[in-house]
Nanobody
Framework: EVHLVESGGGSVQAGESLRLSCSAS????????IGWFRQAPGKERELVSLISGKTDNTYYINDVEGRFTVSRDNAKNTAYLQMSSLKPEDTAIYYCAVTKLWSIYARDYDYWGRGTQVSVSS
Protein backbone atom coordinates (compact mmCIF):
# COMPACT_ATOMS: atom_id res chain seq x y z
CA GLU A 1 0.00 0.00 0.00
CA VAL A 2 1.30 3.44 -0.95
CA HIS A 3 1.85 5.99 1.78
CA LEU A 4 3.09 9.57 1.59
CA VAL A 5 3.35 11.42 4.87
CA GLU A 6 4.29 15.08 5.16
CA SER A 7 5.76 16.56 8.30
CA GLY A 8 7.54 19.70 9.44
CA GLY A 9 4.81 22.26 9.09
CA GLY A 10 4.07 24.82 11.75
CA SER A 11 3.48 28.45 12.62
CA VAL A 12 6.33 30.89 12.11
CA GLN A 13 6.98 34.60 11.73
CA ALA A 14 7.73 36.18 8.39
CA GLY A 15 11.36 35.76 7.46
CA GLU A 16 11.78 32.48 9.31
CA SER A 17 12.35 29.03 7.86
CA LEU A 18 10.78 25.60 7.87
CA ARG A 19 11.79 22.28 6.38
CA LEU A 20 9.06 19.98 5.20
CA SER A 21 9.63 16.27 4.80
CA CYS A 22 7.74 13.74 2.71
CA SER A 23 8.25 10.15 3.78
CA ALA A 24 7.21 7.51 1.24
CA SER A 25 6.55 3.79 1.28
CA UNK A 26 4.85 1.13 -0.78
CA UNK A 27 6.40 1.92 -4.17
CA UNK A 28 9.79 2.36 -5.87
CA UNK A 29 10.53 5.88 -4.73
CA UNK A 30 13.34 6.64 -7.16
CA UNK A 31 11.11 5.90 -10.16
CA UNK A 32 8.88 8.86 -9.39
CA UNK A 33 9.23 12.62 -9.53
CA ILE A 34 8.11 14.42 -6.38
CA GLY A 35 5.92 17.47 -6.51
CA TRP A 36 5.27 19.83 -3.64
CA PHE A 37 1.90 21.55 -3.91
CA ARG A 38 0.13 24.02 -1.68
CA GLN A 39 -3.42 25.13 -1.22
CA ALA A 40 -4.36 28.31 0.56
CA PRO A 41 -7.90 28.97 1.82
CA GLY A 42 -10.19 29.85 -1.06
CA LYS A 43 -7.54 29.16 -3.68
CA GLU A 44 -6.78 26.32 -6.02
CA ARG A 45 -4.02 23.86 -5.32
CA GLU A 46 -0.79 24.92 -7.05
CA LEU A 47 2.53 23.30 -7.71
CA VAL A 48 5.34 24.93 -5.77
CA SER A 49 8.32 22.78 -6.70
CA LEU A 50 9.22 19.58 -8.46
CA ILE A 51 12.20 17.24 -8.39
CA SER A 52 12.87 14.37 -10.76
CA GLY A 53 13.38 10.81 -9.63
CA LYS A 54 16.96 10.03 -10.52
CA THR A 55 18.60 13.07 -12.07
CA ASP A 56 17.65 15.69 -9.46
CA ASN A 57 16.32 18.10 -12.03
CA THR A 58 14.28 20.72 -10.21
CA TYR A 59 11.59 23.26 -10.92
CA TYR A 60 10.21 26.16 -8.88
CA ILE A 61 7.42 28.59 -9.41
CA ASN A 62 8.53 32.22 -9.59
CA ASP A 63 7.03 33.04 -6.18
CA VAL A 64 9.42 30.71 -4.35
CA GLU A 65 12.48 30.71 -6.62
CA GLY A 66 15.51 31.56 -4.50
CA ARG A 67 13.68 31.01 -1.21
CA PHE A 68 12.70 27.33 -1.39
CA THR A 69 14.94 24.37 -2.10
CA VAL A 70 13.66 20.91 -2.99
CA SER A 71 15.75 17.80 -2.47
CA ARG A 72 15.37 14.08 -2.01
CA ASP A 73 17.20 11.16 -0.46
CA ASN A 74 16.31 8.04 -2.39
CA ALA A 75 18.07 5.83 0.15
CA LYS A 76 15.66 7.10 2.80
CA ASN A 77 12.59 7.31 0.55
CA THR A 78 12.21 10.90 1.65
CA ALA A 79 11.87 14.25 -0.06
CA TYR A 80 12.36 17.67 1.48
CA LEU A 81 11.28 21.22 0.90
CA GLN A 82 13.48 23.75 2.65
CA MET A 83 11.56 27.00 2.91
CA SER A 84 13.40 30.18 3.84
CA SER A 85 12.42 33.84 4.07
CA LEU A 86 8.84 32.79 4.51
CA LYS A 87 6.10 35.30 3.75
CA PRO A 88 2.49 35.47 4.95
CA GLU A 89 1.39 34.60 1.43
CA ASP A 90 3.16 31.24 1.80
CA THR A 91 0.49 30.25 4.30
CA ALA A 92 -1.21 27.10 3.01
CA ILE A 93 -1.52 23.38 3.41
CA TYR A 94 1.48 21.80 1.71
CA TYR A 95 1.20 18.42 0.03
CA CYS A 96 3.70 16.09 -1.54
CA ALA A 97 2.69 13.94 -4.47
CA VAL A 98 4.39 11.59 -6.92
CA THR A 99 4.26 11.09 -10.65
CA LYS A 100 6.17 9.13 -13.29
CA LEU A 101 5.88 12.17 -15.56
CA TRP A 102 7.57 15.58 -15.44
CA SER A 103 4.46 17.62 -14.88
CA ILE A 104 3.22 20.78 -13.19
CA TYR A 105 -0.39 19.56 -13.29
CA ALA A 106 -1.99 17.99 -10.24
CA ARG A 107 -4.03 15.66 -12.45
CA ASP A 108 -0.83 13.89 -13.50
CA TYR A 109 0.09 12.85 -9.96
CA ASP A 110 -0.68 9.34 -8.84
CA TYR A 111 -0.39 9.44 -5.07
CA TRP A 112 -0.80 12.21 -2.52
CA GLY A 113 -0.05 12.81 1.11
CA ARG A 114 -2.59 14.36 3.47
CA GLY A 115 -0.74 17.61 3.82
CA THR A 116 0.89 19.68 6.52
CA GLN A 117 -0.16 23.18 7.56
CA VAL A 118 2.26 26.08 7.18
CA SER A 119 1.20 29.37 8.72
CA VAL A 120 3.30 32.51 8.40
CA SER A 121 2.40 35.61 10.36
CA SER A 122 3.63 39.13 9.71
Amino acid sequence: EVHLVESGGGSVQAGESLRLSCSASGFTFRDYAIGWFRQAPGKERELVSLISGKTDNTYYINDVEGRFTVSRDNAKNTAYLQMSSLKPEDTAIYYCAVTKLWSIYARDYDYWGRGTQVSVSS
